[in-house]
């Protein structure tokens, strides 16, 4: 059997596959619903310091039968809320990442801090694609990226990864200031920006008009920005993006990435994709004659 527990940064998961922020809400009761169904570990939904409403209905829309664009608008219910709702369910199964996002660096401290005694390590979402003043256009600025991970970073001692928008021009300058500003490992990618029309209509869909691609169409983007940020960074990363079964997972891990994040395929497979995911990762690293998963990271680079 391969060895299927890896460590990121200073967090060890049982095995590489993990829950993507926001896809299962923000309950952590469907947080412990994915760790009792064989994920490695699971991400919140991004909380804020203050509750945020988001956008009307509607806010998802599947696209070409393996996909979604959606544009939620960040809603939860705020970083104090969420830790006391959490409280009931500790301690938890597997390891806990607190997905944080916020309007200037200093929110993302404040964030972090309210959360420190709650979880195991934090993502710091940059890269929503559908929110104004949060969302990608504070991930495209390396140096507010590098501000953002200092203040985290100053907030807690736990590992920091930031989750990074494939919506750049350069992801790997976005990835190498998050690494030069202390960043324990990146995560790639949110969703793609995109917007889908009516067409019987001629109308946007989606409430916010625009909004963030996921499922298998952004599999290849995801698989080439993990590459990218393989070849230039020395920290982990976490791939996310169109990962549905252990080959992509594979794939993945090939490309560079240390674990995976499963998110779009929850909605068609249902929670007992991660042990799927798992077990038909276990079965691609023995066909290939590998021992553990660490054998598999960044394989196919040349
Ligand atoms: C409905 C929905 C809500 C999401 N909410 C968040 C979120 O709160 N924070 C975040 O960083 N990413 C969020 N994402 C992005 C996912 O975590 C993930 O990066 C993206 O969906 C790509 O992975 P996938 O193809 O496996 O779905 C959301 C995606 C969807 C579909």
């Known amino acids: ?12 998961l049982a ?6 922020a926001g896809v ?13 169904n064989g994920a490695g570990g699971v991400v919140t939904k991004s909380l804020s310091v203050e509750p945020r409403e988001g956008y009307p209905n509607p806010v998802l829309v ?8 959606n544009a939620v608008g960040l809603s939860n219910p705020g ?5 006391e709702e959490l409280r009931n369910y500790l301690p938890f199964p597997v390891p806990i990442v607190g997905s944080i996002f916020g309007y200037k660096p200093e929110d993302y401290g404040r964030a972090a801090s309210i ?3 709650s979880v195991d390590a934090f993502e710091l979402n940059v890269s ?19 501000e953002i991970v200092r203040n985290a970073k100053a907030a807690t001692g736990k590992p920091v990864f930031v989750k990074l928008s494939p919506n750049v021009a350069d992801i790997v300058e ?5 690494e030069g500003a202390g960043a324990d490992g990146v995560v790639a990618i949110n969703t793609v920006s995109a917007m889908v029309v009516d067409g019987d209509f001629g109308r946007p869909v989606l409430a916010a008009s625009k909004g963030g691609l996921s499922g298998k169409p952004i599999k290849a983007v995801a698989l080439r920005c993990v590459y990218e940020l393989g070849n230039a960074l020395k920290v982990p990363i976490i791939g996310c993006g169109g990962v549905f079964d252990g080959k992509d997972a594979l794939e993945m891990i090939a490309s560079g990435a240390s674990a995976v994040q499963v998110g779009s395929a929850f909605r068609y497979r249902g929670l007992g994709v991660f042990r799927e995911v798992v077990e038909g990762l276990e079965r691609q690293l023995e066909k290939m004659g590998l021992r553990s998963v660490k054998q598999l990271v960044g394989v196919a680079r040349v």
Not at 174 to 178: D, K, N, P
């Open 1 to 12: 059997m391969a060895i299927l527990d890896v460590e990121l940064g200073g967090l060890r």
């Open 24 to 36: 299962l809400g923000v309950s952590p009761s469907s947080l412990l619903r994915a760790a009792s």
């Open 128 to 146: 929503c694609p559908s929110v104004s003043g949060a969302g990608a256009e504070i991930g495209r600025n390396p140096e507010i990226v590098g």
């Open 174 to 178: 976005i990835g190498l200031a998050a």
């Open 115 to 117: 959360l420190e005694d």
């Open 62 to 69: 599947e696209v070409e039968g393996c996909g979604f664009v």
């Open 15 to 20: 095995n590489p596959v993990m829950l993507a």
């Open 79 to 83: 970083a104090s809320c969420f830790r």
